[in-house]
């Protein structure tokens, strides 16, 4: 065997499909930027900016629930490979559009892609990789996130003297090309292959990720053939059945974790945010939201680093743990009275930039690896599918919530809510996530099989 190669295929492989993620994190980076002169050519008010960004929201939760009729089906690399195409369409037809309607109707194709991506990416990664690397290559998809957010942003930065909005969107169609071409040489997920009964381009698969390693190969394919024979049927009542269901409880509740601790107030109001607590002119405000772009994508790395050898859980208390923290100091911050001096700024981008960081290295990559890990093949598609839909209904809800709980209840309320959210993730994680570290999927699915008879 080699295992140069099959480290350099797997993580190839894992790369290209982490590109799906580069393209969520752009459009959460650039559309606030794009915002403002979108609104000025279109003449929208409040209501239609809002409409702008949460219409992506509304089809991510359509797409991710299309993925689960497709994904089991058509299997992840075709999936990945039309959500891109669909993505191509979406970008073009955005900064193409003649009207505020046709501009809708193309972000809310985006987010049907997006939806659909966001649940195929990460299980695509999960199923062609090796058990102690597979922490570490589906935060590669995160970490993608992250890196999308920050390209968002300067793309955004370098085009506002033009206000250049439909360039501002377009331009992701170009990471989006990189993805479907790229996805086509890759091989499909081997444990779908074997799924679906096609046994020997699955042994073919297998045998090209571990390098050449016949008996390493065999041995998977053997492995995964014993775990499917211990399988139900997977029907719809089988989701509502132990172990799915437990495991679905895990899936969904870590999302709404991921979401409730306000994770993306953060990403779109960051200026806003900064300005409300003294941070003078709206420069020093767009710098320090940069600078959480950038803290993001770099904490992201002791996850890549942390992820397959402390394991999930305790990265996950260590995370929300810090978030706890720094949500209750920022709360503290407003509730102080922020009197609009540098030194309350300087406290709230230092509280905010812990905060970010805790989450990069936590929640940030791990509800998107463990959903790939509890659910037994034979219904992982669609299960995947309903924990992806709460990321993006969270998602929605959060975004809709935020200004007139900010509005009514004040930013030190606001921040304390989330704070809590923190707390109860803390017990949630102890109470309801298993540790998968080291473990192949196989093993995982058998332990769940067995904790369930
Ligand atoms: C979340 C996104 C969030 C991003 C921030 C992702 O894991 O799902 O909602 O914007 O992390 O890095």
């Keep these: 065997m080699n295992p140069g190669k099959k480290s350099g295929i797997v993580l190839l492989t894992s790369a290209i499909a982490a590109l799906a993620g580069l393209l969520l994190g752009y459009d959460t980076g650039s559309i606030s930027g794009a915002l403002g002169f979108i609104a000025d ?94 922490g570490r290559l589906v935060t590669l998809f995160q970490l993608a996130i992250t890196i999308g957010i920050l390209l968002g942003y300067f793309v955004d930065r370098s085009l506002t003297d033009s206000g250049d909005w439909r360039l501002m969107l377009g331009t992701s169609a170009v990471p989006a090309s990189i993805l479907l071409f790229g996805m086509s040489i890759l091989p499909p997920s081997p444990r779908w292959l074997i799924k679906m009964g096609r046994e020997e381009e699955a042994r073919k698969t297998l045998l090209k990720i571990s390098g050449g390693d016949l008996s390493h190969a065999e041995a998977e394919l053997n492995e995964i053939r014993h775990v499917m024979s211990l399988e139900t049927k997977g029907g719809l009542a089988d989701m509502l059945r132990p172990p799915v269901s437990s495991a679905l409880v895990t899936g969904i509740g870590l999302f709404l974790v991921q979401q409730f601790v306000g994770i993306n107030t953060v990403m779109y109001y960051a200026p806003s945010l900064f300005r409300e607590a003294g941070m003078g002119s709206p420069d020093t405000a767009i710098l320090a939201t940069v600078s959480v772009g950038v803290v993001n994508v770099l904490a992201t790395f002791i996850a890549v680093w942390l992820i397959d050898k402390t394991g999930r859980k305790p990265l996950l208390y260590a995370g929300l743990g810090g978030m706890l923290i720094s949500l209750t100091a920022i709360g503290g911050i407003f509730a102080g009275g922020s009197d609009g001096g540098i030194g309350t700024g300087r406290a709230t981008v230092i509280a905010v930039w812990f905060y970010i960081a805790c989450f990069a290295f936590s929640l940030g990559p791990i509800p998107w690896l463990i959903m790939t890990e509890i659910f037994p093949l034979n219904v992982r598609g669609r299960a995947v599918s309903i924990a992806t839909m709460s990321s993006w209904g969270a998602n929605l809800v959060v975004s809709f919530s935020f200004l007139p709980l900010f ?40 332990r769940l099989l067995s904790e369930k008879r």
Excluded: C
């Design 41 to 134: 050519a279109f003449h929208l008010d409040t209501v239609g900016k809002g409409g702008v960004i949460s219409i992506v929201l509304v089809g991510g939760i359509l797409g991710a629930l299309i993925n689960g009729i497709v994904a089991d089906r058509l299997g992840r690399k075709l999936t990945v490979q039309g959500a891109a195409l669909l993505f191509i369409a979406g970008a073009a037809a955005s900064a193409f559009s003649p009207s505020a309607g046709a501009l809708l109707a193309s972000r809310f194709v985006l987010g049907l892609s997006l939806g659909a991506v966001s649940a195929s990416a990460p299980l695509y990664i999960a199923e062609i990789s090796p058990a102690a690397g597979r």
């Design 407 to 446: 509005e009514t209840t004040g930013a030190a309320f606001t921040y304390w809510l989330y704070a809590l959210v923190s707390l109860l993730g803390i017990v949630f994680v102890w109470r309801f996530v298993p540790e998968t570290k080291g473990m192949s999927l196989e093993e995982i699915e058998e």
